[in-house]
């Protein structure tokens, strides 16, 4: 299977899983080792035990190996290795605190997602304004 497709693969099994703030960057000119990494939040342990599951299991569907699948155990940050893409799956805190755009980020490529898939989860059951009037 091509990059394309396999990224759209990706993508799709993210998105079907309500994953939030995708991002999938081109890492062909950093290593030879992947082309794609993915990373993606959820909103728990268990969203992000289900998102990395539901990319798992598109790939078998699909006869994709997957190299590695690690994490699963807590669910704070899932990597699913399917060779030519490495996807993470992290709580939105383990994802800001190792920041793997700054590592991977340098060429981001242009995909076409859902726009709930492009939100950063921001939890909203906190009023965190100074305000006595609200």
Known sequence: MDIQKMQRLVIDALEDVKALDIKVFNTSHITGLFD??????????????????????????????IIAYEGEDTGEWVLI??????????????????????????????????????????????NYSDDDDA
């Open 36 to 65: 794609r990494v993915i990373i993606a939040s959820g909103s728990s342990n268990r969203q992000t035990r289900s998102i990395a599951s539901n990319v798992a299991n598109k790939a078998r569907e699909h006869k994709i190996p």
């Open 81 to 126: 290795d399917l060779g030519d893409i490495v996807v993470h799956c992290m709580q939105p805190e383990v994802r800001l605190y190792y920041n793997l755009e700054e590592i991977w980020g340098g060429k981001p490529v242009r995909v076409k997602l859902l726009p709930q898939s492009t939100q950063p989860y921001m939890p909203s059951a906190f």
